[in-house]
């Protein structure tokens, strides 16, 4: 709140606006209900729309009284705030005016992410659909030998297994997300999964060799729910291969750390740029160059993936340089034989 007394000429300023504006901090502590001078000008220059600010500001101080309200960002979009300016009378004398500052940054940031999510969406569905509604209709009007045929089909075929593979990511994550995903935990030996799942990716390659770095002698006791783990480690090892486009070795490994299991799927593929780092688990984030984009996918696997490992109250983590390869990390709670005992 700030509070223009327009007889006394003073502004004054309360401890929540002063907490958005740092630039007005003064060195005392404050009392959350004490009003302290406030200095327009040092405000100004946090704002990000300064001209307008300054302008609807200035109205306020010549006594008139701006309508509706003004929508403003400050610190580069580091907050988003609505202001609307009141009058206020003590008897019938006008006292002052003020201005309420509402913090709008969480709507603003929903907002942004449902549109992000809708338009994301809807061109994901749309190259698929678009190739799919093309060739189709090129096979019905014209007379095409069986060669031709025989490709279009094949083209079809795959940008419909794309679709497929898109709506079930995403019905996945939103079930994730909305805490209706039910997990069936039991105890198992994870190193069966890991085998089934490197036998089943290896099979589906032969530019790539992939390598289970297991010590044999261990088991790897995990109370988790089976699907959901063949679900991880698939993702983790088909992206390994899709991001080594040139082939070469994947290597997962499974170890003991203290009473964890550490999974880690290394390639030795493109790599992942520093920059893209921190968003690698948000949902629809792919990233963006031109290696990496000629490559087909959704962008949801390593949210889903994350999703699971917090279901099961471990950790991921990856590592990654570019052009050289990358290590994707898992930490799972292991099992220990007393537990296995008692139960
Ligand atoms: P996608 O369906 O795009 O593969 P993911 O959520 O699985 O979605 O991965 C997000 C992005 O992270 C990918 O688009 C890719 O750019 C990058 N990425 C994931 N795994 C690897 C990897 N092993 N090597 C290089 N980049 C990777």
Redesign the pocket.
Known sequence: ILYIKHNEKTILGNQALFDIFESLQVEEDNDSMTFLEVRPETMFEQVDQQEAFEAYFEEVLNGELPEGMLSLSIDQGEYFIQVYAEKIELGDQSDGTILVFRDVTAETEVDRMKSELVSTVSHELRTPLSSIYGFTELMLKRDLDPARNKRYLQTIHDESKRLTDLVS?FLNVQRMESGRQSYEKEVFDLIDTVREQTRFYQAATEKHRLQLDVDEAHEFLVNADKNSMKQLIG??V???I???PDGGDVVISLTHHHNQIELS?R?F????PSS?MPH??SKF???D?SD?RK???????????KEIVRAHDGNID?E?ILGE??V?KVLLPSVSDTLIEMD
């Not at 490559?295 to 993936?305: A, E, K, P, Q, V």
């Open positions: 990511d993702n983790l088909n992206n390994a899709k991001y080594s799927v390639d593929g493109l790599g992942i893209a690698l688990f984030y792919r990233v160059n990496s490559i087909g996918g959704t962008g949801l696997g390593l949210s889903i993936c990856v990654s390869g990358t994707f």
